[in-house]
């Protein structure tokens, strides 16, 4: 059984980051590059989660149903 830190760690995080990253990159036109630093961690990290490779899509479709987290 996972802990709820363990849950946090491998699905709620990379899915927030990806929703983040997208938003970044997309919306205000900032570059991977920048978004890895502000979110600490590499670029390519943050190219797989524009790319989609990173973070869960169900999960990712799921928080961005929720009204705090769309109005991040």
Excluded at 37 to 58: C, F, W
């Amino acid at each position: 059984m996972l802990l709820p830190a363990e849950i946090e760690s491998k699905s709620l995080i990379p899915a927030l980051r990806a929703i983040l990253a997208k938003d970044l990159a997309k919306k205000h036109k900032i570059r991977e590059d920048e978004i890895s630093r502000l979110l600490g961690v590499t670029q390519a990290a943050v190219s797989n989660y524009i790319r989609g490779i990173r973070g869960d899509p169900k999960l990712i479709e799921k928080l961005l149903e929720e009204k705090q987290v769309a109005s991040m």
